[in-house]
């Protein structure tokens, strides 16, 4: 897998292209600004983009304009999004507003080797890929009179796996459970909140999200 | 002092104009008495005295006009006017020269009365054309008469009793028709002419000389048709029974005339009453803001503006915000007024009223000296409140700039280089596990773990110093964020928000923060209701929690610094918090 970073501090770039080649993954070019990370994956296309959501000039979200721009000129192109703050909002609109192979991830996640390659790993494979703190906090944002509330807690732990991208395979591996138990529980969940089942990974992500996202 | 010398001797015209004027009526009354005609006798009975009453109006109107104010020559015309209309008396007197004088002069005091209304009510034509126009009448007359008098021959049309035309040229009897009917026309021109010239004044002057035009436009109204009537019926162009039923009236309307000039000088003169009335609607009037329409309504001049004088020798109006006087020769003019030698303000006004009534704005200045006093402090408190205000608000600003400096600072710096450390422990990490030296594993992994917690803690103050989400996303995302945060189940209502001014959005999102830290903290409450909307020119947040009620606003410093930041912007906040009834803390905020 080849990948291209793109961020406007060269000490963490320096790091981070460190560790995924240690993880045996090619970094196809390097960035400091979206203008010419464009340029770069207009010269030689790589499968993932490692995007900082704040970057020069404006320093508020290059990350989405560029994500936005990526995967309009190269539908293939997987755009993993990272991020210092949890921010909810931003997430959503970014997860939502685009039709596949797009993450969002907190900036201190790299540190976890694994996930970063899981996560780049789905984003190549055209699925989604959600932050778990953002996901805790859409889900454990106190309401009243939700129909989240009538979740039980192995119900909430299956919907927080769905928002973060994960397929009900990935669930039945990581909560021990057989996957036919997981499709019955995400059943059961769509049916409680009101939402039309899809098979559709990304789809799923965004009716979730949609749904915890709203005010 | 050649304008005084020209005043005193105009006056001394004046008088004798008058002196003339009245000799001539009653030589008009008397002419009538002498006439052994039968119908010199109904003209004794109705029309003479109605005739000479006229006349006899203008003039002493006129003089009038003139004695208060002697550098305007309107009275002075209005007066000529008087004396010219005798002219026709003229004829009563049995004897040929006087007699077609008086004939071709007959109708001089229409000129007279076109000269009056080009000029009214300054008296003295304004420019090139005017003074043209005014020439263009007199010549217009004089044209007629020299037609008329060396032409007209009754004897030679067959009338054996008329008196001989010493003036007449013999052969020339063929031009008197047709020069009536060119005379005929050409004075109807004439009037619609002046009618036109006086619409187009009208049209463009200021409030105070619409005053005193208006009367004399209406008294103008009924001559006016009744000469068209009476021109057309002479020239055969209507049936001439509208001259026959016209005629009792012409006298009728001109008797009219003088009164509507005359309520026109008088309406400055009501000005002068005027300020009584205004000092003793100022002794009953408390309140300010008011004081600009009263002077206003007292020297007629709707545009009159109202400007204050603070100790510094800068002007304010009554809301204390800045104002500069208008320089001299900008079209407006300005009235100072004084108190123990000091400027207390400055009235702007349309210049007309100087000429109009010199001395009328300074007497309402004046009487109203004590109220413009009053305003003038309080303008200046304002004033003073106004720069606190706007000094608050660029400390506010300068402020938050500050935050979003910082938080930006840490963003970019600490942050960013944590992170890299992160990163650089993950890899020391990950060689010591190549060695084998697990040991050193477990350290740097220990390291890893606290470096992420310190990464959460800068985070969160990151965020406290200044929401990122709220510049980049505006209120709807950022009050989103608190929901999530907040330890009570939070209802959010809004409509579509637009994006407002970064103080603004400020302004609510501190709002909501503070009252949800609050509820949190103190109330004990299940839920808490958000809204935000927007109301006309205010944005508009409501935060109402089921809680205990009973908050104390001026005890929390975040609830008086929240109060603080709204009212900066020209906001309000208002709280409601019964006990045992909930707290609800809504503001108000100007938003654009």
């Not at chain 2, 009897?173 to 619609?192: D, I």
């Amino acid at each position: 897998m080849r990948v291209t970073v793109a961020d406007d501090s060269a000490l963490f770039r320096a790091g981070l292209i460190r560790l995924l080649e240690e993880a045996g993954i090619t970094v196809a070019a390097e960035a400091s600004d979206g203008v010419e990370l464009l340029n770069l994956i207009a010269a030689d296309k790589p499968d993932v983009v490692i995007v900082d959501i704040r970057m020069p000039p404006t320093l508020t979200d290059e990350g989405l304009t560029a994500a936005r721009e990526i995967h309009r000129r190269w539908p293939d192109v997987g755009v993993l999004v990272l991020s210092t703050y949890v921010d909810t909002a931003f997430a959503t609109e970014l997860i939502t507003r685009t039709q596949r192979s797009v993450g969002y991830l907190l900036k201190d996640r790299v540190q976890d080797t694994d996930e970063l390659v899981d996560a780049l790993g789905r984003l190549h494979k055209g699925g989604s890929v959600v932050d778990p703190e953002v996901v805790a906090r859409l889900i454990g944002r106190r309401r009243t009179q939700s129909p989240i509330e009538q979740l039980s807690e192995r119900e909430r732990e299956i919907l927080g796996l769905m928002a973060q991208g994960r397929s009900n395979q990935a669930i039945s591996a990581r909560l021990y459970l057989s996957e036919r138990t997981v499709e019955s529980h995400v059943g059961t969940i769509f049916a409680k909140l009101g939402l039309e089942p899809t098979a559709d990974d990304h789809r799923r992500v965004m009716a979730v999200l949609l749904y915890l996202g709203r005010p | 002092m050649k304008k005084l010398a020209s005043a005193v001797s105009r006056k001394h015209v004046h008088y004798a104009v008058v002196g003339a004027g009245v000799v001539a009526g009653l030589l008009e009354v008397l002419g009538a008495a002498l006439n052994r005609n039968p119908d010199a006798r109904i003209n004794l009975l109705i029309y003479t005295p109605i005739e000479v009453l006229v006349g006899w109006t203008f003039l002493f109107v006129g003089l009038a006009a003139g004695r208060r104010r002697p550098d305007n020559p309107i009275g002075l015309l209005m007066s000529i006017f008087g004396l010219t209309w005798f002219t026709y008396a003229l004829q009563w007197i049995h004897s040929p020269v006087p007699f077609y004088v008086g004939d071709a002069f007959r109708n001089v005091y229409l000129a007279v009365l076109a000269h009056l209304y080009i000029v009214y009510p300054r008296g003295r034509p304004a420019g090139r054309f005017e003074r043209r126009a005014v020439w263009g009448v007199y010549f217009w007359f004089g044209f007629t008469v020299l037609t008329q008098l060396p032409t007209n021959d009754p004897v030679s049309n067959g009338c054996g009793q008329c008196l001989r035309n010493p003036f007449y040229i013999p052969g020339t009897s063929w031009l008197n028709h047709t020069m009536g009917n060119v005379g005929a026309y050409g004075t109807l021109v004439v009037a619609v002419f002046v009618l036109a010239v006086f619409a187009w004044h009208w049209s463009r002057a200021s409030a105070p000389v619409r005053r005193a035009m208006t009367p004399a436009a209406w008294a103008a109204l009924p001559v006016f048709g009744t000469l068209v009537a009476q021109t057309l019926a002479g020239v055969g162009v209507v049936p001439s029974q509208i001259q026959a039923v016209t005629v009792p009236f012409e006298w009728l309307t001109f008797a009219i005339l003088p009164v509507g000039l005359l309520i026109g000088v008088l309406r400055t003169r009501l000005g002068r009453a005027a300020v009584g009335d205004l000092v003793v609607e100022l002794s009953r009037l408390p309140v300010t803001g008011t004081l600009r329409d009263s002077l206003a309504r007292t020297v007629g001049d709707p545009t009159l503006e109202l400007a204050l004088a603070l100790p510094d020798g800068s002007y304010v109006d009554s809301r204390g915000a800045g104002l500069s006087l208008p320089p001299p020769g900008s079209g407006r003019s300005v009235t100072a007024i004084e108190a123990d030698g000091r400027p207390l303000a400055a009235l702007i006004h349309d210049p007309a009223l100087n000429e109009d009534d010199p001395g009328l704005v300074a007497a309402a200045g004046s009487a109203a000296r004590l109220a413009l006093e009053n305003e003038r402090l309080q303008a200046e408190v304002r004033a003073s409140l106004e720069e606190v205000r706007a000094s608050r608000a660029r400390i506010l600003e300068a402020a938050d700039a500050e935050r979003q400096r910082l938080e930006r600072d840490i963003h970019d710096g600490a942050q960013q280089r944590l992170v890299a450390l992160g990163v650089a422990l993950k890899l020391a990490r990950n060689h010591a596990a190549m060695r084998g030296d697990d040991g050193l594993v477990v350290e740097l992994e220990a390291a890893a773990g606290q470096l992420k917690d310190a990464l959460s803690e800068l985070r969160d103050l990151a965020q406290g110093i200044h929401p990122a989400v709220l510049s980049r996303a505006g209120i709807g995302p950022a009050l989103r964020v608190l929901a999530e945060l907040s330890p009570i189940p939070v209802d959010i209502k809004h409509g579509p928000l637009d994006r407002y001014p970064e103080r603004v959005e400020a302004a609510v999102y501190f709002v909501v923060s503070e009252a949800l830290t609050n509820a949190a903290k103190h109330s004990g409450a299940r839920r808490v209701e958000v809204s935000v909307w927007r109301d006309r020119e205010f944005l508009c947040v409501d935060v109402r929690d089921d809680g205990s009620g009973g908050a104390d606003v001026n005890r929390g410093s975040g609830l008086v610094g929240m109060t603080d930041r709204v009212s900066v912007l020209g906001g309000r906040v208002e709280t409601s918090s019964p006990p045992g009834e909930g707290t609800s803390i809504r503001a108000r905020i100007p938003c654009e």
